[in-house]
Nanobody, 116 residues
C-alpha cells in the first residue's frame, strides 16, 4: 500500500507563489512510472496540471505552462509543484497521483486559494 501526503497549499495573492510537495510512503518497494498533480475546482472536473515520468519527462496543461514547474526527488520519494504568477483561476484543491504498473494512488489533496 502506498500513501501520498500533500502539503504546501494555502491562501496567496494573485501574482504570488506556492510550492506544493507530495511525499510517498510505502512499506515495501515502491516504483512509480509517473507522478502527477491534478486539481479540481468547485463544480468542475478534476484535471491534470502537470506530470513527471520516472525518466524525468514532464508535461503541463496549457494554462500553467511557463508558470508552474514539476520536479521530483527520488531519494526523498517526493514530487514538487512550484507555482508562480498564480491567478484566481488557479484556485482549486490540488491532488497528487502516483501511477504504477498495476495501480494509481491518490493523495487527500491540499487547497490552493488565490485571492486578494
Amino acid at each position: 500500500q502506498v500513501q501520498l501526503m500533500e502539503s504546501g497549499g494555502g491562501l496567496v495573492q494573485p501574482g504570488g507563489s506556492l510550492r506544493l510537495s507530495c511525499a510517498a510512503f510505502s512499506r515495501g518497494i515502491f516504483s512509480a512510472n509517473a507522478m502527477g498533480w491534478y486539481r479540481q475546482a468547485p463544480g468542475k472536473q478534476r484535471e491534470l496540471v502537470a506530470a513527471i515520468t520516472s525518466s524525468g519527462s514532464t508535461t503541463y496543461t496549457d494554462s500553467v505552462k511557463g508558470r508552474f514547474t514539476i520536479s521530483g526527488d527520488n531519494t526523498k520519494r517526493t514530487v514538487y509543484l512550484q507555482m508562480n504568477s498564480l491567478k484566481p483561476e488557479d484556485t482549486a484543491a490540488y491532488y497528487c497521483k502516483a501511477s504504477t504498473d498495476l495501480y494509481d494512488f491518490w493523495g487527500q489533496g491540499t487547497q490552493v486559494t488565490v485571492s486578494s
